[in-house]
């Protein structure tokens, strides 16, 4: 079993930029696609972005397609998102894991982490 810690969240006002980082550790994620998902209040958890083991293929939701940016780095065993020009509307708790393909349907391998908030004021 994967552990993973998500970080990197914060309040930041509209137009704002943050960085989550997704640290695993237990096993290496380095073969296996990666996703980060985020769930509103009130709302159920969705799918943000998908990247492929080795960094070269990604996948984007429409609602954050050429604002967020997915990364990773195999030899630190983490996974980034790189949020520009934040709306309210990204208000969440975001949540990394490991998944089964890069793009929809996928499934999800973990456990569920504690995730990291990301507030945006208007």
């Known amino acids: 079993q994967v552990q993973l810690v998500e970080s990197g969240g914060g309040l930041v006002q509209a137009g704002g930029s943050l960085r989550l980082s997704c640290a695993a550790s237990g096993r290496t994620v380095s073969s296996y696609a990666m996703g980060w998902f985020r769930q509103a209040p009130g709302k159920e958890r969705e799918f943000v972005a998908t990247?492929?083991?080795?960094?070269?293929?990604?996948y984007y939701a429409d609602s954050v397609k050429g604002r967020f940016t997915i990364s990773r780095d195999n030899s630190k065993n983490t996974v980034y998102l790189q949020m520009n020009s934040l709306k309210p509307e990204d208000t969440a708790v975001y949540y990394c894991?490991?998944?089964?393909?890069?793009?929809?349907?996928?499934?999800?391998?973990?456990?569920w982490g504690q995730g990291t908030q990301v507030t945006v004021s208007s």
């Open positions: 990247i492929s083991w080795s960094g070269g293929s990604t």
């Open positions: 894991n490991r998944i089964t393909h890069t793009r929809p349907p996928f499934n999800e391998y973990d456990y």
